[in-house]
């Protein structure tokens, strides 16, 4: 973060410097957490359901920071820091964002969608990367804490920057993209993450478009080609639509499937041809890529910056990562988060996996509403179906998956808890074997892939 005077931050926040002094102070970086402080540093002070950041503020001073917003002010005000009085401190982070964001003459892609926006940051971040030095979203910080955070990390040394937005109710896209303002809006894909609070996906198509109301007039939306709701979407802006479809004029071709060594596949556009080696497995992945070239068309790279930029993608976390254990073990730690769409994504990697053995050790999905029923079934029966030879379903909601699987002629057992599944679980990863590991991030199942790396390694 550049510095900002108190006085800065005083204004763009629209707040009051409560103990103003003759020296004004400087700061150079903000903080939600009076744990993480970093000397002479601005203390934010987080309200949740549960919590008051107010209540930490003493803590935060005491640990080095230089001053504090706040929407209520400590009884003992210190001579020797700054208080900033605003009127709630979640808006004043995002008007601080605000004001910083307008710093910088760079290029701002936004992106959200139901699944694989991570993925999908990541990608276009490699791609720039293979030619800007490139701000990203670090990790999943991609909501009214985290994106704010994120821009207030640019620095003059940053020629773009690429932000993940997520979110679970109407309105929440909009108040990111206010701080964001992007030059260039991707969205993924519409699937049924969050169904729950948006009531159906034509809800979440609604949710995922107010990415739309801050792209910029002469701004791009690069769009899923192959989804059917984002092809209903119109914009006064230009739209490029990427997929395997005749219409895509960014346009998927040539797909082969490599395992658990990634995929190739091919990339035409109107300026070029791309041959494509994605280092990460399942075919859904191609469709990332793809977006990422247009992006890196947009903003100038060459053929070659454009292929080794997907050349280099990473996958982060727990995303589909390949971990390979002795005695040929294979482990595909995809347990971030779970959604029927990706469910269905991540079983049919393991099924093309090269291994005598297939293990698919599944958990609860959140927020599905009332497809909740039928989504845990259908996973179950589609493991089945794709031949998986044993289901380890974990969780309440995971009874149905081992329902569908066992209705469906599956082998499957099911547990309560992840804690009582263990054993089974580590007993199932025998020689020659690929395990799928996979379920909403509340569910925790990073504790069973570390387990098992501990236990094999």
């Known amino acids: 973060m550049q510095p900002m005077t108190v006085t800065e931050i005083a204004s763009a926040v629209k707040g009051v410097w409560w103990n103003p002094s003759e020296q004004v102070p400087v700061v150079s970086a903000v903080s939600t957490d009076s744990r993480r402080i970093v000397p002479g540093s601005l203390f934010l002070p987080w309200v949740g359901e549960k919590f008051d950041g107010h209540l930490f503020i003493d803590a935060a001073l005491d640990a080095g920071a230089a001053g504090c917003l706040c929407a209520k002010l400590p009884q003992n005000i210190r001579e020797d820091k700054f208080y900033i009085k605003v009127a709630d401190t979640r808006l004043a982070l995002r008007d601080l964002a605000s004001a910083y964001r307008d710093r910088f003459e760079i290029p701002f892609v936004q992106i959200t969608g139901s699944v694989g926006k991570t993925t999908t940051k990541e990608m276009i971040a490699a791609v720039l990367g293979a030619k800007l030095n490139v701000l990203k979203t670090p990790e999943n910080f991609n909501n009214d804490i985290g994106t704010p955070l ?72 690069i769009l899923n080609g192959d989804d059917a709701l984002l092809d209903t979407v119109t914009l006064p802006q230009r739209i490029v639509r990427c997929g395997q479809s005749e219409h895509c004029k960014t346009r998927i071709s ?20 791309y041959a494509l080696t994605i280092p990460a497995p399942g075919e859904h992945m191609a469709y990332s890529a793809s977006m990422a070239v247009a992006v890196g068309e ?38 971030y988060n779970a959604n029927p769409q990706s469910v269905t994504a991540a079983l049919e990697v393991l099924g093309r996996t090269d291994c005598e053995r297939r293990v698919a050790v599944l958990g609860d999905m959140g927020e599905l509403g009332d497809l909740t029923d039928q989504a ?11 031949g998986i030879d044993f289901v380890i379903a974990i969780g309440s909601k995971a009874a149905r998956i081992a329902d569908g699987a066992a209705m469906s002629g599956g082998d499957v057992v099911h547990f309560a808890t992840k804690e009582e599944a263990l054993p089974t679980v580590r007993e199932q990863l025998r020689p020659n074997t690929s395990m799928l590991i996979k379920a909403s991030h509340s569910m925790r199942f990073e504790r069973l892939t570390e387990d098992l790396r501990k236990y094999y390694d």
């Open 150 to 221: 994120t821009l207030l990390g640019l620095a003059p040394e940053h020629e773009a920057a690429v932000i993940e937005t997520g979110m679970n109710h109407f309105g929440e896209i909009e108040y990111l993209g206010a701080m964001v303002r992007p030059d260039i809006a991707v969205i993924s894909n519409i699937g049924d993450a969050h169904i729950e609070y948006l009531g159906s996906r034509e809800g979440i198509l609604k949710a995922k478009c107010e990415i739309f109301e801050h792209l910029k007039a002469d701004g791009v939306a």
């Open 254 to 273: 040539d797909i082969v499937d490599h395992g658990v060594d990634g995929i190739t596949c091919t990339v035409t556009t109107a300026r070029d041809t």
């Open 298 to 335: 947009e903003l100038g790279l060459s053929r070659e910056e454009i292929v080794r930029g997907v050349a280099a993608y990473e996958p982060t976390g727990s995303r589909m990562r390949v971990i390979r254990l002795p005695g040929g073990r294979v482990l595909l730690d995809d347990c």
């Open 376 to 386: 845990h079934f259908n996973a179950g029966a589609l493991a089945a179906m794709l």
